[in-house]
């Protein structure tokens, strides 16, 4: 059973509009979520995250929002830009062994910002 | 640049063939990981490793084994693979409990 789900594949955008990217979580235990993106043929890189503490967390035209209630968070991106086309994979962060932790990620969706 | 180098980029190999895959970070992290994409699947969690040692194995079949020499090198051994094996293989590393880097990762293609 997924424990995070992005539940749109793809998204279309017109430039300079908004992009919203959804992303829902099953355990309210977790406290520590992350937004990657990633372009074809690169991994993925870490665009912003957010602490339970928090329910938003703002760096230039992304803002990630948290819904601790509804174990639901979203990514922002405004005002969208055509190099904003890539796949955006929401993740969590969960306590590994040692000192390290883990992240276990939803499918990914895919955003493209149309000129 | 993430500061994570994985070679080589593509590897096709058949059932039978011995490979590996190699990482190296040259950020200074204690932690490395293996992750695995598969088409319309999330990145799935493999192995972690911790100041060198296997802290996670998440049910990986035994055909791949990894290896982590030192803290800035992860190798991620391949033998008999299926053709259900073909995915993205991606490296990671982190410090600690701060956000993990990524690789560009090796497209493996398994004849």
């Known amino acids: 059973d997924q424990q995070v789900k992005q539940n749109s594949p793809s998204l279309s955008v017109q430039e300079g509009r908004i992009s919203i990217l959804n992303c829902d979580y099953t355990n309210s235990m977790f406290d520590y979520f992350l937004w990657y993106k990633k372009y074809p043929a690169e991994g993925p890189t870490f665009l912003i995250s957010i602490s339970s503490i928090k329910d938003k967390n703002e760096d230039g035209r992304f803002t990630v929002f948290l819904n601790k209630s509804a174990k639901h968070l979203s990514l922002h991106i405004v005002p969208s830009q055509p190099g904003d086309s890539a796949v955006y994979f929401c993740a969590v962060r969960v306590p590994g062994g040692a000192g390290s932790y883990q992240l276990t990620f939803g499918k990914g969706t895919k955003l493209s910002v149309i000129p | 640049e993430t500061g994570v180098t994985q070679t080589p980029r593509h590897l096709v190999m058949g059932m039978t063939n011995k490979k590996s895959l190699k990482c190296e970070q040259h950020?200074?992290?204690?932690?490395m990981y293996w992750y695995k994409q598969s088409a319309k699947k999330p990145l799935e969690l493999m192995f972690v490793?911790?100041?060198?040692?296997?802290?996670e194995n998440n049910s990986v079949p035994s055909r791949f084994s990894p290896e982590c020499p030192n803290s800035s090198h992860l190798f991620l051994h391949l033998h008999t693979l299926q053709p259900e094996d073909s995915a993205l293989y991606l490296c990671?590393?982190?410090?600690?409990?701060?956000?993990?880097?990524f690789g560009s990762g090796t497209q493996l293609s398994v004849l």
């Open positions: 990671a590393s982190s410090r600690g409990n701060e956000k993990l880097f």
């Open positions: 950020l200074g992290h204690n932690a």
């Open positions: 490793y911790s100041l060198e040692e296997r802290v």
